[in-house]
């Protein structure tokens, strides 16, 4: 590999380690700060001058922060003569404001790709996007991977029996029957209604056959868990043997790591594209790198070769 260097933003300097070691490179070297007046202060500390750069963030919180820290890194290497930016988000920043679904809302996810833009970003990597449709908001490349193999082999190893694939509603209901493909086995469906703002889905019943069954929830993410749990009580209720669940980005914000521990989910299977954190290790919650895969994505990208094998290695 030539003419490439990774940063990484102050969050993800553990994601970002992984990788270098993956392709045998060393990390960048990078001083960020605050001024005492608050203000932010990002510097580069060696030469990007016709480099391919790559800048690692992640939205370990404050959100908020982290988007500053990555629109100013970017600046900094544009600036440093860099010849490509490439900007590696393991999750999207905002992901989850993509639609105006309410009146006089934003739409944060677009706003967001027209900053990383803005600050002079060629290029984005990130991994499943709560809405694929997120891609179309750049006018710059963004190619966005996907923990599904990750996840189905993990979960394959385990040799369950009588599986059925289980999605927590209408709208995650192709994503299950892509998982129930790879498994050969049936679906289920979760009848659950959300209420308002305020994150809580009332689930009511079960659309399928769960009981006795090796039950596994797949979903692209996990913020306060409410939705898992209350599908999680919903197949307990009726009658499957086990239940297990699986998501790409474990953000498990306010009382979901104890909605989690008090739940019947025998355990939780995440990717670190979301660090987490010593306060939320638990027993129930196993995490897998997606770091490799990642920085295979930058040797092709460097290489000239196609990402698209990916999906099916990886």
Known sequence: MENIKIFACKSAENFTKEMC????????????????????????????RDQDVYIVQTTQPPVNERVMELLITVDAAKRASARRVNVVLP?????????????????????MAELIEAAGADRVITCDLHN??????????????????????YFKEKNLQDMVIVATD????KKAYKYSEY???????IDKRRAGNDD?????????????????????EIDTAG???????????????????????????????ERIQNSPI??????????????????KIKVLSIAPLFAETIKRLNEGRPLGELLKIY
């Not at 694929?132 to 082999?153: G, V």
């Not at 009981?211 to 929830?217: A, G």
């Open 91 to 111: 999750y999207y920043i905002y992901s989850r404001s993509d639609k105006k679904d309410q009146p006089r809302v934003p739409i944060t996810a677009r706003l």
């Open 170 to 173: 209408a709208g995650s209901s």
């Open 183 to 189: 498994f050969g086995c049936p679906i289920a469906l």
């Open 227 to 257: 939705s898992m749990i209350e599908t999680a009580k919903i197949l307990e209720k009726f009658g499957a043997r086990s239940i297990y669940a699986g998501c790409t980005h474990g953000i498990l914000s306010g009382p979901a790591i």
């Open 266 to 283: 025998k355990e939780l299977v995440i990717t670190n594209t979301v660090p987490l954190t010593d306060e939320k290790k638990i027993d």
């Open 132 to 153: 694929p449709a997120i891609q179309a908001y750049f006018n710059i490349n963004c190619d966005r991977l996907s923990a599904q193999n990750l996840l189905q082999a």
């Open 21 to 48: 070691d993956c392709l045998e490179l060393p990390m960048g070297k990078i001083n960020s700060m605050k001024f005492k007046n608050d203000n932010n202060f990002v510097q580069i500390l060696e030469t990007v």
């Open 200 to 220: 809580r889905a009332i689930a009511s019943t079960v659309i399928g056959d769960v009981k006795d069954k090796d039950c596994i929830i797949f979903d692209d």
